[in-house]
C-alpha cells in the first residue's frame, strides 16, 4: 500500500499536475476572495474572517478533487495495467487505499497556501489579530475530511468507469448531489419529517458545523462512515474486474 502511495505521488508530482492542480486552487479561491466583486470578498464583506473562502473552497473542490481522482484507476484498466497490478502480492484494498491517500494528500496540500490568507486577515483585522481562530481551526478541520469524503467518492467514481473523462463527470455529480443536492431536496420540505433524515444524509450539514468551530463527533464519524463506504465499494468493484 505504502509503495502504491508513493508511486501515485510521485505521478502526480513529477509530471507537474498536482503542481498545476495547487497553483489553480490558490489562484481562483484568491481571485474570489480579494479581487473580484462578489460575495465572497473578503473587502467588501468588510468581516476579520475567512468564513467565505469556507464556502467557497467546497465548491471548487467538487471539480477539483474528481480530476485528482479520476486517472487512479480509470487509466490503470484503460492501460491494462490494473491486470498486472492483480498479479502482484498486493491486496485489492491495498491498492485502492493507497490511491485514496495519495488523491487526499494532494486535496489537502491544495490548502496551504490558504494560509496566506489567514495571515492576510489577521493582519488588516482592526485590531490586529480580530479573528475567531478557533472557528477557522474547526473549519479547516471540516475541510480536510470532506475533501477525503471527496476522495474517496473521487475513487469510487474510477472504479466504476473504463475511461478518465467518465470518471470525472461521475465523481463530479456524486460530489454535487451529496454536498448540495441532497440538502436543497430537503430544503423543500416535500416529505414532511423525511426531510431531517434526508438532510442528515448529505455532506452539507454536517461540514456546516465544523464551520462554526464545532468539531462534533457525530460529524467525523458521519465522514469517516463515507470514507469507509466509498473505498469498501471501489474495493468490491475493483475486486469484480478481477
Not at 69 to 75: D, H, I, K, N
Not at 79 to 85: A, I, K
Request: one cysteine or more.
Amino acid at each position: 500500500m505504502i509503495a502504491i502511495f508513493k508511486k501515485e505521488l510521485w505521478n502526480f508530482f513529477g509530471n507537474w499536475s498536482a503542481w498545476i492542480i495547487i497553483a489553480a486552487f490558490s489562484v481562483i479561491s484568491a481571485l474570489f476572495l480579494f479581487f473580484f466583486e462578489n460575495d465572497f470578498n473578503i473587502f467588501d464583506i468588510g468581516s476579520a474572517s475567512l468564513q467565505s473562502f469556507f464556502v467557497l473552497a467546497p465548491w471548487l473542490f467538487m471539480f477539483i478533487i474528481p480530476a485528482i481522482s479520476m486517472r487512479t484507476l480509470a487509466e490503470e484498466q484503460q492501460s491494462g495495467t490494473l491486470f498486472w497490478l492483480f498479479s502482484q502480492p498486493v491486496k485489492i484494498s491495498e491498492i485502492v487505499v493507497g490511491k485514496f491517500l495519495s488523491v487526499w494528500l494532494v486535496g489537502i496540500l491544495c490548502l496551504l497556501p490558504s494560509l496566506v490568507y489567514y495571515y492576510t486577515v489577521y493582519v488588516l483585522g482592526v485590531p490586529e489579530g480580530n479573528i475567531d481562530g478557533s472557528m477557522t481551526f474547526g473549519s479547516y478541520i471540516g475541510l480536510i475530511i470532506l475533501i477525503g469524503a471527496f476522495s474517496a467518492v473521487g475513487i469510487l467514481a474510477s472504479s466504476l468507469s473504463s475511461n478518465q473523462i467518465s470518471a470525472y463527470l461521475l465523481g463530479v455529480f456524486i460530489c454535487f448531489i451529496a454536498y448540495f443536492g441532497i440538502e436543497q431536496l430537503a430544503s423543500y420540505k416535500l416529505l414532511g419529517g423525511a426531510d431531517y433524515i434526508l438532510q442528515n444524509i448529505g455532506f452539507y450539514k454536517h461540514f456546516l458545523a465544523f464551520t462554526r468551530g464545532q468539531i462534533d463527533t457525530r460529524d467525523v464519524s458521519y465522514f469517516l462512515f463515507v470514507i469507509f463506504l466509498g473505498l469498501g465499494l471501489a474495493s468490491w468493484f475493483v475486486w469484480k474486474k478481477k
